[in-house]
């Protein structure tokens, strides 16, 4: 299984600042990674796939990159509702599990 | 609008079982893989059943596998995860999450409920 590290564990920024958010994997997923927003009380929302693909509806301060590996997420300027759990996930191999999750709050 | 609805979550008692429901809208149910994912109180998201949109093809994580059983009646538009020999630690938040193929492919997750919450306590 990949397993998928997320890195800080808590992120503390002050609205308006840039957040980037880092999740490594075992080994090669090339672009198949997706990133999620999770606030408290709801569902997981889907933010960006493929590495790099906004999903519907999330606004361009959300960014990814990466590949092979090494994934980043960018917040370019937090907004109030920003502050929330961050998650990544695997669609490489069979099962398409979660990373740990980073938490950015407010500081 | 795609819409899933889970129900059936609430207090058992450890070894006790419970079954959990989802119901579909808003999409062509039948067409779709399903899955269950949770999530325990503070915790991270835990990966732990699918089903092909047959129900031919089931998946099950090792934490549950011969305990939870998944499956579905495509005639109710309805995903279930039959949970048995419940356990403290499956206290959780269990969402419904759709597909967006008809069989168990390793993908991201475009939809899912507000979840259900289930307490396994004496």
């Known amino acids: 299984e990949i397993v998928l590290t997320q890195s800080p564990a808590t992120l503390s920024l002050s609205p308006g600042e840039r957040a980037t958010l880092s999740c490594r994997a075992s080994q090669s997923i090339s672009s198949y990674l997706a990133w999620y927003q999770q606030k408290p009380g709801q569902a997981p929302r889907l933010i960006i796939y493929d590495a790099s693909k906004r999903a519907t509806g999330i606004p361009g301060r959300f960014s990814g990159s990466g590949s092979g590996t090494d994934f980043t997420l960018t917040i370019s300027s937090l907004e109030p509702e920003d502050f929330a759990v961050y998650y990544c996930q695997q669609r490489s191999n069979w099962p398409p599990l979660f990373g740990g999750g980073t938490k950015v709050e407010i500081k | 609008e795609v819409q899933l609805v889970e129900s059936g979550g609430g207090l058992v008692q450890p070894g006790g079982s419970l079954r959990l429901s989802c119901s579909a809208s808003g999409f062509t149910f039948s067409t779709y893989a399903m899955h269950w994912v949770r999530q325990a109180p503070g915790k991270g998201l835990e990966y732990i059943s699918a089903i092909s949109y047959n129900g031919g093809s089931t998946y099950h994580a090792d934490s549950v596998k011969g305990r939870f059983t998944i499956s579905r009646d495509n005639s109710k538009n309805t995903l279930y995860l039959q949970m048995n020999s419940l356990r403290a630690e499956d206290t959780a938040v269990f969402y419904c999450?759709?597909?967006?193929?008809?069989?168990?492919?390793?993908?991201?997750?475009?939809?899912w409920g507000q979840g259900t919450l289930v307490t396994v306590s004496s």
């Open positions: 999450v759709k597909g967006e193929y008809q069989m168990l492919i390793v993908e991201e997750f475009h939809y």
